[in-house]
């Protein structure tokens, strides 16, 4: 470009090196009646490594992303050993994919840095997955032609101990409202649930949950079982309505609270984290444990509900209007939020 009001009035502009080398350009100025003048011109040039994201947070809900990677060196990456690179695409466009977890955080870099050791070139991304404690798993036995229907998670598996009563059926009741339904579990008879909780990291069982039932019994003096943790349905049931007067709920190694009352709906909400484990009754806390008794750990493949060993001859049928599974251990400060108790 020249420049008229100028002394110095010639004007070069290059644009950036992008390329991994120097390079070089020769300019000829020409005017008549004068000799030619070359101008040689080198330009220098960076190690350059971009990333089109500056950070990443995941959560289980989105298990895979992408990242673009523009830079004019080789590179190599270094990745957090739980992600995984699925592919790459011509223009520098990787994805990657990470497995579920369970409530919790982890954080991780990806490293893209230059191969050659002579450049410090390098890009650092951040790397954040977090899951929170929600509902996974809910039944709700609203519609009387399919008693096993979720509103979250998978269906429930009905299993019948047709030796004992080859007539035993799961039948449609009248629920806690006039537009609410229940299911009447029948006399050892008992629910088969994949809750589908991810146990934590190095660990084969699920140690922290909740689970929740609305539930009525007909009488006091008989055993009613929430849950049975042993998927062979061998040994006694985990935490039970006791054949006592007052009805008290738990089992010995948590203790025993509570005055259930025949005829009447109850919002039970059993929390468990080893060492700290809470009974709510609609939504108010009324039992605490300090046990880490490992019998209340759950099968990674499911859990009975609703029932228990076939052995049990003193239990009885009682209607649930809701069974609700969290993949975490529920606080006095969850009930609050979903009781709306103070």
Known sequence: EIVDDKVDNLKITINKNGQASERTARITVSATGFDDV?????????PSISADKPYLLLNNENLEFTLKITSNVDYEMELPDWVMK??????GTYSFELNAISPGERMGNIIIKAKDENFTTKVTVPVIHRE?????????????????????????????????????????????????????????????ADHGIIPKEGENNISEYTLFFEFKIPAIGRFYSFFQTALNNEG?????????????????????????KPGKWYRLYLSFKPGDVKFFMNGELFHTSTTADTRFRLDSAGVILCGGPWAKKDDNEFDVAEISIWNGALTEQDMKELEGVE
């Open 38 to 46: 070359d101008i040689h011109v080198t330009q220098a040039w960076t």
């Open 86 to 91: 699925k592919g790459s695409q011509p223009d």
């Open 132 to 192: 929170r404690i929600k509902k996974i798993a809910s039944w709700l036995f609203d519609d009387p032609s399919d008693l096993t229907k979720p509103t979250v998670g998978k269906a429930l598996e009905m299993v019948r101990n047709v030796a004992y009563n080859p007539d035993a059926q799961f039948t449609s009741v009248n629920g806690p409202t006039v537009s609410n339904k229940a299911v009447r579990i029948p006399l050892n008879c008992h629910f088969v």
């Open 236 to 260: 006694d049931g985990e935490i039970f309505i006791r054949s006592t007067d007052p009805a008290t709920i738990g089992v010995g190694a948590t203790g025993y609270a509570g005055d259930v």
